[in-house]
């Protein structure tokens, strides 16, 4: 079972290249963020980006015209029950038909502005108090950093330090991860050049126990 991530504007090229890559890496389970895709292109994009047994659900109910976050399943693989979703979060368990396996996964898509992202913390430590102890990861784009790291410019200490309590809150942390450290760039370069890890995927031990061998790898840009 493999979970991929993609975040950014879909466009009729990386269709193909979703298909193709769904298929060559063997995904189970995939999250897609910023789509700007709208309600009435939804379903026929999704369509042309995963196989036709694959199924999919999106927060657009609460976004108005576009999609924000986008989750498919392979549902052959998995079953997937939506408990709850908002701008910033989409919760659901899943059911691994192969391995005899539950968890519970949210996908992420944190707000830019801090008041914001509060909400977000909120969500987490309502799920955690559902979920109790059982397996679960969190993926997605959190929009604050974890530390400050020497490429980093504009450090909002005070962000960070409401993002690490909430996840003490809920006891989750980094999955071991290989790849590129650095998930978001201005593409400024030279002096101005920002660089920031923004995605991450975190579990809890509970995670660690039914998959001790679970890994992230983030990727190249588009790749």
């Not at 269709?15 to 910023?34: A, G, T």
């Not at 008041?115 to 913390?121: A, E, G, K, V, Y």
């Not at 950093?145 to 809920?170: H, I, Q, W």
């Amino acid at each position: 079972m493999l979970l991929g991530t993609f975040e950014g504007l879909i466009t009729l090229l990386n269709k193909k290249k979703f298909f193709s890559f769904v298929q060559s890496q063997r995904l189970s389970l995939f999250r897609i963020l910023e789509t700007k895709i709208r309600r009435e292109h939804l379903a026929s994009t999704v369509s042309h980006c995963f196989p036709p047994h694959w199924l999919h659900y999106s927060n657009i109910d609460v976004m108005g015209s576009t999609a924000r976050i986008i989750l498919a399943w392979d549902s052959l693989v998995l079953t997937v029950n939506i408990l709850t979703f908002s701008p910033q979060m989409v919760l659901a368990k899943v059911a691994s038909v192969e391995w005899k396996k539950d968890f519970f996964v949210s996908i992420i898509y944190g707000a830019n502005g801090i008041r914001d992202r509060r909400q977000l913390w909120a969500e987490l430590r309502t799920a955690k108090f559902s979920i109790g102890n059982a397996a679960w990861v969190q993926l997605g784009d959190f929009n604050i950093v974890r530390k400050p790291t020497k490429r980093l410019m504009g450090f909002d200490s005070a962000a960070t330090s409401e993002f690490n309590t909430c996840l003490y809150d809920v006891e989750m942390d980094d999955l071991p991860a290989t790849g590129y450290w650095y998930t978001w760039s201005n593409k400024c370069g030279g002096v101005g050049d920002n660089k920031s890890k923004l995605d991450r995927v975190l579990v809890n031990t509970s995670w660690l126990d039914e998959f001790p061998n679970s890994e992230a790898c983030f990727l190249a840009p588009r790749v």
